[in-house]
């Protein structure tokens, strides 16, 4: 069974920052595509950043310069390194895997406010 557990989520002041978790299983990990998406109040989920098994990334226009992915091959675990928030990076925020199939986690909620 595949699974994706999250983790990082929480409240910060705009201009913190956040780190995110996501372990996966192995099998799906070494494999999959990675990727943060997110799902704020009222709209459709979007996608924030996704990284390759290579290593090779893409960023929402929107997080660029301010957010970071990366995978750790042998924890099995991508990150999204967060910093310079925004009350506009509010939203519940999904870890994605994409082989054949898209797998999702459970969701972590990231509220930016004063």
């Known amino acids: 069974q595949v699974q994706l557990v999250e983790s990082g989520g929480g409240l910060v002041q705009p201009g913190g920052s956040l780190r995110l978790s996501c372990a996966a299983s192995?099998?799906?990990?070494?494999?999959?595509?990675m990727g943060w998406y997110r799902q704020p109040p009222g709209k459709m989920r979007e996608l924030v950043a996704r990284?390759?098994?290579?290593?090779?990334?893409n960023y929402a226009d929107s997080v660029k310069d301010r957010f970071t992915i990366s995978r750790d091959n042998t924890k099995n675990t991508v990150y999204l390194q967060m910093d310079s928030l925004k009350p506009e990076d509010t939203a519940v925020y999904y870890c994605?895997?994409?082989?054949?199939?898209?797998?999702w986690g459970q969701g972590t909620q990231v509220t930016v406010s004063s």
């Open positions: 994605n895997a994409r082989t054949t199939y898209n797998y």
């Open positions: 192995r099998a799906i990990f070494s494999i999959a595509i």
């Open positions: 990284i390759t098994t290579g290593g090779n990334t």
